[in-house]
């Protein structure tokens, strides 16, 4: 996105300064956010079906409406159509980060996982350790495979059961994980073959790659047809689950893990180069009064 010509920041929060003659659900003074949808036509399959995250004439950030779709900036316009009320209780350093991120994690959660299953959790960035907290809050067994120990205790604190460190490991039986994982989140945009999580996967497992990159899965054939094993994409959330995420959040009091900058051009190049080089932790949010 750095080499485009657009308003950077798919994810934002603001408070309404004035609204059109046709708007209904947000009025001057409302505190929204927004991530990266910007519009959808209402009258297609997906939108009539309430999976409006996949309308086939949606306008998204990065696709569509170049000067007019980001969020770093002092104003913006926007349809209120994809624009979400923040609850009181969370704050925007908490919101913003999960007006895409929290969404995306949300709906293969409450779509594919019970509360009673194990919920493993491939890496902690930006999208894993928001995973981890909804998991955990709706009663998941959560598992988080790591690259490495060095999170292990800040995974554990965010709710997660049990830690693995998988590093320089080729087979996965070695890290004796005691019970299958049901559920299998990809927080991580690193490819790998699939297939090395399989030993310690339940029969029927569900695999759900979650961010966004290039490239192709890679996934042994008969293992996963012989175990029966589903392996389901998951884009961001449509409206209404977005917020109901948005209020299971501020009930369970889920926060984001962010670097704080300040809304300038050093600021956004600082945050970007962090991002460039791996080393945010987890996620920027660029604000005035940072």
Not at 44 to 54: E, I, L, R, V
Not at 163 to 183: E, H, I
Not at 214 to 229: E, K, R, S
Request: charged share 20%; hydrophobic share 40%.
């Amino acid at each position: 996105m750095l080499t485009q010509p657009l308003v950077l920041g798919h994810e934002g929060i603001g408070v309404v300064e004035k609204v059109g003659v046709a708007c209904t659900q947000v009025t001057v003074g409302d505190r929204v956010g927004w991530g990266p949808a910007s519009s959808t036509c209402g009258n297609c399959d997906m939108c009539t079906t309430g999976k409006d995250a996949y309308c086939f004439n949606a306008k998204y950030y990065g696709f569509h409406d170049f000067e007019t779709n980001g969020s770093v900036c002092s104003h913006t316009v926007r349809k209120e159509q994809w624009l979400f009320k923040i609850p009181d209780a969370i704050s925007s350093v908490d919101a913003a980060p999960s007006m895409c991120g929290g969404g995306t994690i949300w709906v293969p959660l409450i779509e594919h996982c019970k509360a009673y299953e194990r919920v493993g959790i491939v890496r902690i960035g930006g999208l894993g350790h928001l995973a981890i907290q909804f998991a955990a809050r709706m009663g998941c067994d959560v598992i988080v495979f790591s690259s490495t120990e060095d999170k292990r205790e800040e995974a554990l604190k965010l709710g997660a059961s049990e830690f693995y460190a998988t590093k320089g490991v080729s087979d996965y039986d070695q890290l004796n994980v005691p019970k299958p994982v049901d559920r299998l989140l990809i927080t991580t945009s690193a490819k790998f073959n699939l297939g090395l999580f399989y030993p310690v996967l339940a029969r029927n497992a569900t695999i759900l790659p979650l961010s966004v990159d290039g490239g192709d899965l890679t996934a042994p054939y008969m293992p996963t047809i012989m175990f029966g094993n589903s392996i389901v994409g998951s884009c961001i959330c449509s409206r209404h689950p977005q917020s109901r995420m948005l209020d299971f959040a501020a009930r369970h009091r889920i926060y984001s893990i962010v670097e704080k900058y300040p809304m300038t051009l050093k600021g956004v190049i600082e945050a970007a180069t962090r991002l460039r080089d791996g080393k945010m932790r987890y996620r920027a949010v660029l604000s005035w009064d940072a």
